[in-house]
């Protein structure tokens, strides 16, 4: 199921280059992944996977797997949630984790630049 899109944008921020199907699909091993490895976050935030994929506020390249990494602040309860979005050998990307990031170090990696600003007005 498709869930979102690698926008120019955000290829842009983080350099990326195309790859044929910039579209973010999330199967069904994605989801029993993300309900296994953190139940209470993807209970709370599975509804919200489109809208932090849509517009996050921050994206960052993980450098070990180089994830996409689509980082939402939900003010209501001052969470940062994050979803990471891989690359499958067949150049597909995939939504493949959603967790609720510790605020100091994301606080961390915005102040280092491992985390950009989305600017959603020079889209």
Do not use: C, W
């Not at 509804?47 to 450098?63: K, R």
């Amino acid at each position: 199921m498709k869930v979102g899109i690698v926008s120019e944008n955000i290829k842009k921020l983080l350099g990326l280059s195309s790859v044929g199907d910039d579209n973010i699909y999330m199967s069904a091993t994605n989801i029993a992944h993300m309900e296994s490895s953190h139940p209470s976050d993807y209970a709370k935030y599975k509804d919200q996977i489109q809208n932090i994929l849509a517009s996050p506020d921050y994206v960052g390249q993980n450098p070990n797997d180089n994830s996409i990494e689509y980082v939402k602040n939900f003010i209501i309860d001052n969470e940062y949630v994050k979803v990471a979005v891989r690359l499958s050998s067949g150049n597909k990307y995939y939504a493949r984790s959603l967790y609720v990031l510790n605020k100091r170090r994301v606080e961390n990696f915005i102040k280092k630049g491992t985390l950009k600003k989305v600017d959603f007005s020079s889209i």
